[in-house]
């Protein structure tokens, strides 16, 4: 039976700015984002395909609940992993996440 | 049901930006080919029954489907749903046949929700009435693929055999307006290739997210009616153009796979991502497959969940296990370079062409039975010419109990030719 990968093509324009940024970070449907026991990970579901989230991925998609901006989940990441100086990457990765349509 | 439902995971798709620290590395890294290194199964296909309002002359149920026509129990249903859940399979479909003939499909759909799966209703729409679209919803349906054949109302009724096309659209609008994201699904052949722009247009107009044009695999009762739905190079090249400019001014709105035509290729798809990799199947009588056409794999003994443990299925079963992995690669696969990229191809279409399921899929030109797809192509062409000649000679065979019963007892006859009549 016919199976095709369907390789993750990230067409959406990046409409995202700067401006944006004090926005509330939401996932954007018809994605969901859950735990996964079994893979180990947090998976991103939408119809027809999972796309399986590293750690870092994970932790950062799993507090885009509506609930904090760009600079607030930014600080409770460095927090919480004792870290400094990631702002850079994690926005790089909101950009990407919003190119994929992962995020409204 | 009509369509092809194509489970497609990316199981290893991981983003780029990789910002935070990382502690330890993942867990399962166990090399080798122990069962411990056999990865869960991530899509479950639960095929609720063959019973179907349409008669899709590309339909992928096996032939043969009436003599499975004994289905689990709600309670049997409910138990899959749950142990599947427990190995670690997270996609849902929920197809047939048409599922929607099934009256307790709100109450699996209700409990699959609560167990975590994202879960996909796959149908022809006959039957989603605003009543049952609401209890869907409540029920916690994450969203619906709904099946057309064609962009017009003329192929759509003809190939379906029945008259469906208004209702489909008005299907359409009513799940849009209940909120729930559409997959619109539409099988490609030599009939309605020529009209893959209307279909694009019909897909955008009705708000669906995601188009899938899934050119025909030739299994089922697509394979009896290869000669009539196999479609010309030409067809397909332009075909593909007209995807490739929408895709350039509407991919936002729409995502629109394209799944590929294979007997026109050189190389075998990957399929099912791997045989008891990822996808499991279970048939309206509790069969386990471990493809959607595993069915029609002669030497194949399917374990049935209602005799076996889901778990013992996956991991323990011959059925499971016999294509798994590149143990069982014969040449030239063996010994090839892109062994790991295809997996040595499709078993049924091997069987299918070849005669043996383990061989290589014929699609691939390093195959010796390559020639046998090159001269289905090539009769196609042919055909293209004298193609009312051809439609009256052997008429097109739509999928229905009659004729499944027919095709059935021909084939337990030794030698039995086929005697069904459309």
Redesign the interface.
């Known amino acids: 039976?016919?199976?095709?990968?369907?390789?993750?093509?990230a067409?959406?324009?990046s409409t995202q700015s700067g401006s944006e940024a004090a926005l509330p970070l939401t996932i954007a449907?018809?994605f969901?984002l859950?735990w996964?026991?079994?893979?180990?990970?947090h998976?991103l579901?939408?119809?027809?395909?999972?796309?399986?989230?590293?750690?870092?991925?994970g932790?950062?998609l799993k507090r885009c609940d509506g609930t904090r901006d760009l600079d607030t989940l930014i600080a409770e990441?460095e927090q919480a992993?004792?870290?400094t100086g990631?702002g850079t990457?994690?926005r790089?990765?909101i950009a990407?996440?919003h190119r994929r349509g992962w995020l409204e | 049901m009509t369509d092809?439902s194509?489970?497609?995971?990316?199981?290893?798709?991981?983003?780029?930006?990789?910002?935070?620290?990382?502690?330890a590395a993942?867990?399962?890294a166990q090399p080798g080919q122990s069962a411990a290194s056999v990865p869960?199964p991530?899509w479950l296909l639960a095929e609720l029954t063959y019973r179907c309002p349409l008669h899709c002359a590309f339909c992928?149920n096996p032939l043969d489907y009436t003599d499975h026509h004994r289905e689990l129990s709600t309670a049997q249903w409910l138990d899959v749903l749950r142990d599947a859940r427990a190995?670690?399979a997270?996609?849902l479909g929920f197809s047939g046949g048409e599922p929607l003939v099934r009256d307790d499909l709100e109450v699996l759909v209700e409990e699959a929700n609560r167990l975590?799966f994202?879960t996909?209703l796959i149908t022809s729409g006959v039957g989603l009435t605003e009543q049952r679209l609401g209890a869907l919803k409540a029920a916690g349906l994450?969203?619906i693929?709904l099946s057309f054949q064609d962009s017009t109302q003329e192929l759509n009724d003809f190939l379906s055999s029945t008259r469906t096309f208004e209702l489909k659209q008005r299907v359409a609008a009513a799940l849009k307006r209940h909120g729930f994201?559409m997959?619109m699904n539409c099988v490609l052949h030599r009939y309605n290739l020529p009209h893959v722009d209307k279909i694009i247009e019909m897909a955008l107009a009705l708000g669906a997210?995601?188009l899938?044009l899934?050119n025909t695999?030739y299994?089922g009762w697509a394979r009896e009616n290869q000669a009539q739905l196999m479609p010309t190079r030409e067809q397909l090249e332009e075909a593909e153009a007209v995807v490739a400019r929408y895709?350039r001014t509407h991919?936002?709105r729409c995502?629109i796979?394209f799944?590929?035509p294979?007997y026109f290729e050189t190389r075998p798809?990957?399929?099912?991502?791997g045989w008891g990799a990822v996808?499991l199947g279970v048939a309206p009588d509790g069969a386990a497959l471990p493809?959607?056409?595993?069915r029609g794999l002669p030497g194949l003994a399917l374990p049935n969940v209602k005799d076996t443990p889901l778990r013992e299925i996956w991991y323990e079963s011959d059925a499971f296990n016999r294509f798994r992995g590149l143990s069982w690669l014969k040449e030239p696969c063996r010994s090839c370079e892109e062994k790991e990229h295809d997996l040595g191809g499709?078993r049924?279409q091997a069987y299918l062409l070849t005669g043996d399921a383990a061989n290589a899929d014929p699609v691939c030109d390093k195959s010796p039975f390559h020639e046998q797809v090159v001269k289905v192509v090539q009769r196609a062409a042919s055909a293209a010419g004298a193609e009312a000649i051809a439609a009256r000679e052997q008429p097109i065979l739509f999928r229905h109990d009659a004729n499944s019963r027919r095709l059935a007892a021909a084939a337990r006859e030794p030698g039995g030719d086929h005697g069904a009549q459309p």
């Open positions: 039976m016919n199976d095709s990968t369907r390789a993750e093509s067409t959406e324009a449907k018809p969901r859950q996964e026991a079994a893979q180990n990970a998976v579901l939408y119809p027809e395909g999972m796309v399986k989230l590293n750690q870092s991925a932790e950062i990441l992993f004792n870290a990631i990457e994690v790089a990765f990407d996440a | 092809l194509q489970p497609s995971v990316q199981p290893v798709a991981q983003p780029a930006a990789q910002p935070v620290a990382q502690p993942g867990p399962g869960p991530l992928y190995l670690g997270v996609q975590g994202y996909n994450d969203h693929q994201p997959v997210e995601y899938e899934a695999q299994y895709r991919g936002e995502k796979f799944v590929v294979d798809k990957r399929c099912m991502n996808f493809c959607h056409a595993a499709c049924c």
